[in-house]
């Protein structure tokens, strides 16, 4: 094994360990995908570990970076793994599993199917709670399992879950306000569509443009078709333009006339939207 290093945005650091026979493109791209995933793999230090044993995985897991849902999938899967290989009776009960009327077809899938098949699998965060519910889900790992299905991985779950101190905490990491997600909707856009307001007000102090999704539909937009009043308020006080126009046209008072938002309306007109 060869010592190296990542270096996060933030300034921290973390040790690798990079083995024999990897091709250096393929280990730049361990690498990168480390630095790209700041927050999870601080808070998850196995990932890493993961990740430069098998660096061929690099590009399934970059393929759902930014979805909070796969990467805790991913998570307790390996946490899973983890726990099962250090512990005997554990492997006595998975062998059980695997003749389980409910999960015998997806242990075969799995084995049917190679990495392919564990990929398929490992975004179904309910199948990997059943299991755990199934070894007996006791004591720590339990507890971790809980800790990972309640704990933000992503900006913008942290927006969209309304969780004020982990948005700080991510943002002062050096993630970027206003990346985009799998879904190319970036943290602004969950917090307005989820009725956060404080995480709103985080996100604009820290310079998130208004522009929020690939449709070019804005902060605007989404606060007034989902009947965001409180928060299109706060927007209608800070945002000097109140008529931008997505890619199809329309503009926020159009959205909200569109899907009867009439108090909405009503406060755009008021500020002079068309």
């Keep these: ?8 945005k933030s300034g921290t650091e973390i040790a690798l360990n990079r083995m024999e026979g990897i091709p250096d493109g393929t280990w730049a791209e361990v690498k990168e995908f480390l630095q790209n995933n700041e927050s999870v793999v601080q808070k998850h ?23 909070s849902e796969a990467i805790k999938g991913f998570l307790t899967s390996q946490y899973m793994v983890q726990h099962v290989a250090a512990n005997k009776d554990e492997q006595e009960k998975i062998r059980a599993l695997e003749n389980d009327p409910e999960l015998k077809p997806i242990f075969e899938d799995i084995k049917k199917m190679g990495p392919a098949g564990l990929q398929k699998w490992y975004g179904d965060e309910s199948l ?3 299991i755990s519910a199934k070894l007996g889900g006791l004591g720590t790992f339990k507890e971790t399992l809980e800790a990972l299905a309640t704990t933000p991985v992503t900006l913008h779950e942290a927006a969209r879950e309304g969780k004020v101190d982990s948005v700080k905490e991510f943002l002062a990491k050096g993630e970027a306000v206003d990346k985009k997600d799998f879904k190319g909707v970036t943290p602004l856009g969950y917090a307005v569509g989820h009725n956060q307001a404080g995480v709103v007000k985080i996100l604009l102090d820290k310079g998130a443009k208004a522009v929020v999704d690939t449709q070019g539909n804005t902060a605007l937009h989404f606060a007034a078709g989902y009947g965001r009043t409180q928060i299109l308020e706060l927007l209608l006080g800070r945002m000097k333009n109140v008529s931008p126009q997505n890619e199809q046209g329309r503009t926020p008072l159009n959205v909200a006339e569109q899907n009867g938002q009439a108090q909405c309306v009503q406060m755009l007109r008021a500020k002079g939207g068309k």
């Design 45 to 67: 230090p196995d990932m890493a570990k993961f990740v430069c044993e098998n660096p061929s995985h690099v590009k399934m897991l970059s393929d759902f970076a930014n979805n």
């Design 128 to 130: 990997m709670l059943k």
């Design 1 to 8: 094994m060869v010592a190296d290093k990542v270096v996060f």
